[in-house]
Antibody, heavy 116, light 106 residues
């Protein structure tokens, strides 16, 4: 059974970089697309972007150039960096596996608060 | 592409038939998913490609529609079905979600 687990700081200061890692177990990271999605009361569910195991990326234009994703196949992990955060980036961040665009496997979610 | 769900919330009893609708701001063919989310949990995929049931999902859930109008129907509401439901279009990037429909106990 494929399982995903987010990890990273739960508190980030404004203007700094939010960094999260998703570790995949029970299956290989290869041959799939992997996504980051966030959820907040004000913005609802928002797709942040996706990365293929080969490293090809697709980001949500609403986040501009603040987003970077990377993948480390040897560790079965992929990561999210979101730069120059503000309070509006406070959310629960989920990682998920995409099968033909549909996210059937999700992590449990990592709450992140942006505050000084 | 903007996704609009209705209603935003509804109250229903166990055994009721419940239908939630989702409208897309432009045609998305059948590139639509439905998710169920319970408090403190990640969304769970119920339906993909508008009408295909995800493995392990009870058959009381069904999806329909194409183009810009879609429905999620629960044929006989069970206690474990009280949750929030979201639609998502994956026709074009970025994928976008509806605002959610909360199904509460009457």
């Amino acid at each position: 059974q494929v399982q995903l687990q987010e990890s990273g700081p739960g508190l980030v200061k404004p203007s700094e970089t939010l960094s999260l890692t998703c570790t995949v177990s029970g299956g290989s990271i290869s041959n799939f697309y992997w996504s980051w999605i966030r959820q907040s009361p004000g913005r609802g569910l928002e797709w942040i972007g996706s990365i293929y195991y080969s490293g090809d990326t697709n980001y949500n234009p609403s986040l501009g150039s603040r987003v970077t994703m990377s993948v480390e196949t040897s560790k079965n992990q992929f990561s999210l960096n979101l730069r120059s955060v503000t309070a509006a980036d406070t959310a629960v961040y989920y990682c998920a596996r995409s099968d033909s665009g549909s996210s059937g496997y999700w992590g449990q979610g990592a709450p992140v608060t942006v505050s000084s | 592409i903007q996704m609009t769900q209705s209603p935003s919330s509804l109250s229903a009893s166990v055994g009721d038939r419940v239908t939630i609708t989702c409208r897309a701001s432009q045609t998305i063919s059948t590139h639509l998913n439905w998710f169920q989310q319970k408090p403190g949990k990640a969304p769970k995929l119920l339906i993909y490609s508008a009408s295909s049931l995800q493995a392990g999902v009870p058959s009381r859930f069904s999806g329909g529609g194409s183009g810009t109008y879609f429905t999620l129907t629960i044929s006989s509401l069970q206690p474990e079905d009280f949750a929030t439901y979201f639609c998502q279009q994956i026709y074009s990037s970025p994928p976008t979600f509806g605002q959610g429909t909360k199904v509460e106990i009457k």
